[in-house]
């Protein structure tokens, strides 16, 4: 008995040592609140307390969020850290949850997990975060990470049977395609319940006793859920935004060598507003406008889009252009709306993965030989005199 109190007492001791090497707190103790810090990769853990259950001691969280939890979701919605916004994957008691409380299935990236608890204020639950390399649920259920083996694997790891009486782990809806039920039964004892699609949803999905109605499962991708995304796509835009910008202001050192600096400086800033307004139009503009725009590829929509902006551009900011202005344009600025309306295929709901390997598949070749077209037809206007 004494050797089996010892080895008891070690294993509780061990798994002290390395939540403390995980939140870099070295003192941390049962239901003893700690401030949330960063370990050596900068990640930011969301824990408030620690909680004893059974010989075991668990990250305590609540489902408000801090001040640097919403300053963090704002800077990766633009961009900025994005693949670091990551937890430790593990067992999350979020409140003061019992042996009868549900267990809720999430990713460990941030965003994902601050979403969940931030959806069930007021309610207490057990969260299982799954190891899916910092990467939300969708994306990640696509890829692989969120899927059975790792499912079941933390079902394990967290020895799962021992803190809940309950047999049932509620994944949500947009994690099925990387889950198959049978099998996590089969291999841990543990029901699937796909739960709704959307967080918000989760605490009438309890009141109705676990019946999800038909708006639960359908996939919603309105006007703020694509202005949510728009920052990002700017960010990605910036380099070759600011690219662009540099490689006119050296063209017209070329063209017109005998000019000033800031003569050089308004030519490149006001002919770089037709290319300025093709990147606005492929990151913000195609977003806004989705369901409106004519066609179903994003390629096509975006080219679509781009024409037109050459028309405003030609009628409003250049009128009375040469036709050798007017073919330039038409062959160079549509098809740079179209690639940044492209890389957007990937954050909507509108497309499927084999849809997008298709279109891209099309479009990219078609995008390459305008550029190549505009680059030569330039060159060819510049050495020969029509």
Not at 140 to 157: P, S, W, Y
Not at 222 to 235: K, S, Y
Not at 293 to 320: C, E, N, Q, S
Not at 355 to 365: C, N, S, T, W, Y
């Amino acid at each position: 008995m004494k050797n089996e109190e010892r080895k008891t007492q070690k294993q509780g001791s061990l798994r002290r040592r390395r939540w403390r090497a995980m939140t870099g707190n070295r003192r941390s103790c049962a239901c003893e609140t700690i401030k949330p810090s960063r370990n050596r990769s900068g990640r930011t853990h969301p824990v408030d307390t620690l909680m004893q259950v059974g010989d075991r001691i668990l990250p305590q969280v609540s489902s408000a969020l801090g001040i640097a939890d919403i300053l963090g979701g704002l800077r990766v919605r633009w961009g900025w850290g994005r693949m670091q916004y990551a937890i430790p994957p593990g067992l999350y008691a979020l409140g003061q949850p019992d042996r009868n409380s549900p267990v809720l299935v999430s990713a460990n990236y941030k965003m994902s997990f601050d979403c969940l608890r931030k959806a069930l204020k007021g309610l207490h639950a057990w969260i299982l975060v799954l190891d899916t390399h910092g990467i939300n649920v969708w994306c990640a259920a696509g890829k692989g990470t969120f899927g059975t083996e790792e499912l079941v694997k933390r079902i394990r790891r967290e020895h799962l049977a021992d803190v809940v009486d309950h047999r049932t782990v509620i994944v949500p809806q947009l994690g099925a395609s990387g889950v198959a039920g049978h099998t996590v039964r089969t291999q841990s004892g543990f029901r699937v319940q796909f739960g709704p699609i959307r967080a918000q949803d989760l605490p009438l999905y309890f009141a109705q006793a676990g019946e999800a109605s038909l708006a639960m499962r359908q996939v919603r991708f309105g006007l703020r859920e694509r202005l949510a995304l728009v920052p990002v796509e700017l960010v990605g835009a910036a380099p070759w935004t600011f690219l662009a910008g540099v490689v006119l202001f050296l063209l017209d050192l070329v063209i017109a060598p005998n000019i000033g600096f800031l003569a050089h400086l308004r030519n490149a800033l006001w002919g770089f507003i037709p290319y300025l307004g093709a990147i606005v139009i492929g990151t913000v503009l195609v977003p806004i406008l989705l369901p409106w725009i004519p066609g179903r590829a994003f390629a096509l929509k975006g080219w679509f889009l781009g024409l037109v902006w050459v028309a405003i551009d030609l009628m409003v900011i250049a009128p009375g252009s040469s036709w050798k202005q007017i073919l330039f344009l038409s062959l160079i600025l549509p098809p740079i709306s179209a690639f940044l309306a492209l890389s957007f295929t990937g954050s909507s709901t509108f497309t499927s993965l084999s849809g997008v390997r298709k279109e891209m598949r099309l479009a990219i070749p078609v995008i390459l030989l305008s550029v190549t077209l505009s680059l030569l037809f330039l060159v060819i206007t510049y050495f020969v005199s029509w």
